[in-house]
């Protein structure tokens, strides 16, 4: 069975920066697409970014060069260093994990999400002007 549980999310002022973690339990990171999606209140989900089986890194244009997707050298964790905080950056943030098997890359339709076969339950972000 499949567990991810975010942390890490919380309230900053604009420019500031946030790292959330995803503790993830029965899942193979090297099998699997995993990434981070965003849903603002009111708002349709969207892709954040995600990290592929051979390490690569696909990023949302609103986030490239501010977030990083990484995971850990146990590859059990992912995170997503979250730097220079803007107000719409404001959004519950899921961990989301997609079994590639025999493939090595993500979906190329990754940010709508409907290829995730596992989601965490959320951390919320809170970027103030």
């Known amino acids: 069975q499949v567990h991810l549980v975010e942390s890490g999310g919380g309230s900053v002022q604009a420019g500031g920066s946030l790292k959330l973690s995803c503790a993830t339990d029965?899942?193979?990171?090297?099998?699997?697409?995993m990434g981070w999606y965003r849903q603002p209140e009111g708002k349709e989900r969207e892709g954040v970014a995600v990290?592929?089986?051979?390490?690569?890194?696909t990023y949302a244009e609103s986030v490239k060069g501010r977030f990083t997707i990484s995971q850990d050298n146990t590859k059990t964790n992912l995170y997503l260093q979250m730097n220079n905080l803007k107000p719409e950056d404001t959004a519950s943030y899921y961990c989301?994990?997609?079994?590639?098997?025999?493939?090595?890359?993500?979906?190329?339709?990754?940010?709508?999400?409907?290829?995730?076969?596992?989601w965490g339950k959320g951390t919320t972000v809170t970027v103030s002007s």
């Open positions: 989301a994990a997609e079994y590639l098997g025999a493939k090595r890359h993500c979906s190329h339709t990754w940010r709508v999400g409907s290829y995730m076969d596992y």
């Open positions: 029965g899942v193979t990171l090297t099998r699997h697409c």
């Open positions: 990290l592929d089986a051979d390490g690569i890194t």
